[in-house]
Nanobody
């Protein structure tokens, strides 16, 4: 699975941004979104199963972020609303051939390059 994340940029606090993750894959996969803020470890943001029937969110983003996917176009999304400075990070998408959604980065086999989100206050 090859992944390409995009959509990062500079946004003002309380603004919105949508990240995309386009995949090249020959089999089904779960998508996870992670982020890494400066000086911090990777943090699980959310994940979505192949069917979209199961979606998990980290408490820090619940109610503000919405994860979805369009399998016909091999693309997953994270719609981010009410952004704040604590959301500033490099965001990564990752894929797991196992179909269960997990929150642990080590379980994801494939990673795209990150896309930087900067929230200005």
């Amino acid at each position: 699975v090859q992944l390409q994340a995009s959509g990062g940029g500079l946004v003002q606090a309380e603004g919105s941004l949508t990240l995309s993750c386009t995949a090249r894959a020959s089999r089904r996969y779960t998508i996870g979104w992670f982020r890494q803020a400066p000086g911090k470890e990777d943090e699980f943001v959310g994940g979505i199963s192949w069917s979209g029937g199961r979606i998990l969110y980290a408490d820090a983003v619940k109610g503000r972020f919405t994860i979805s996917r369009d399998n016909a176009n091999n693309t997953a999304y994270v719609q981010m609303n009410s952004l704040n400075a604590e959301d500033t990070a490099v965001y990564y998408c990752a894929a797991d051939r196992e179909l269960a959604v997990t929150t642990t980065a080590v379980n994801y086999e494939y990673w795209g390059q990150g896309t930087l989100v900067t929230v200005s206050s």
